[in-house]
C-alpha cells in the first residue's frame, strides 16, 4: 500500500493503539501506531491543555515520520478535584505512574467524597496531521459519570475500573469493549473524525 494510504496512530500506548485501531479500521487504511516503527520522536507534551497536546503529537511525529499521524490526548477530569488529574492523567501518581498507581491516588483524593460529589467525564481531544505537518482536522468527545469507591472490572484501561458511565451502572472497566466503543470519549471524537477523513483528498478512494 502506499504512505498515502498509510494512517500512523500517535500512540505507542498498545492498549490505546488497539482500541483506536478498531475505531478507524472500517476505512481500509493501513493502520500502524508507534510501536510499529524503529525509531520515533520523544514529544514532550507540555501543552496547557489536551488540544494542545495532541496539536503536538500529531504534527511533531508526523514530521518525523513523513507519514499522515492521527494522534490525541485524553484524560479524566474530577469535579471535586478541581478538574484534576487532567492532563495529567497518565502521569498523576508520578514520572513513573502505572494504571493501578493512578487508580490508587485517585481514591486517596477522593477519600471522604461522598457518591453524589463524585461526579467526573472524560475528555479526549483527536487531531489529524499530514506528513508535512500541517494540521487537517481538530475533533473532540467526552462521556460523564463518577468515580467508583473501588475499582471493578477487568478491561479497558487507565481509570476505566473506576469509571462509572452511571446510565448503565458499569464501569468502562466491567462494560463490554464492544458498548465502551459506541459511548466512550475517543468513540465520540473518533466518529467525528473518521466522517471528515472520507472527505479528505490525501485519502482516495474510500
Known sequence: MTSQKTLVLGTGNRKKGREMAELFAPLGFEIKTLADFSETLEVVEDGGSFAENAYKKACEQALFLHLPVLA?????????????PGIFSARFSGKNATDESNNALLLEKLAGV?????????????????????????????????????????????????????????????????????????????????????????????
Open 72 to 84: 490525541e490526548d485524553s484524560g479524566i477530569v474530577v469535579d471535586a478535584l478541581n478538574g484534576a
Open 114 to 206: 461522598p457518591w453524589e460529589r463524585r461526579t467526573a467525564h472524560y475528555v479526549c481531544e483527536m487531531v489529524l496531521s499530514d506528513a508535512e505537518g500541517r494540521i487537517l482536522a481538530v475533533t473532540s468527545g467526552s462521556c460523564g459519570g463518577r468515580i467508583r469507591f473501588e475499582p471493578d472490572g477487568a478491561n479497558g484501561f487507565g481509570y476505566d475500573p473506576l469509571f462509572e458511565v452511571v446510565e448503565y451502572h458499569q464501569t468502562f472497566g466491567q462494560l463490554a469493549p464492544i458498548v465502551k466503543q459506541a459511548i466512550s470519549h475517543r468513540s465520540r471524537a473518533a466518529r467525528k473524525m473518521r466522517h471528515i477523513l472520507k472527505t479528505l483528498p490525501m485519502f482516495p478512494n474510500f
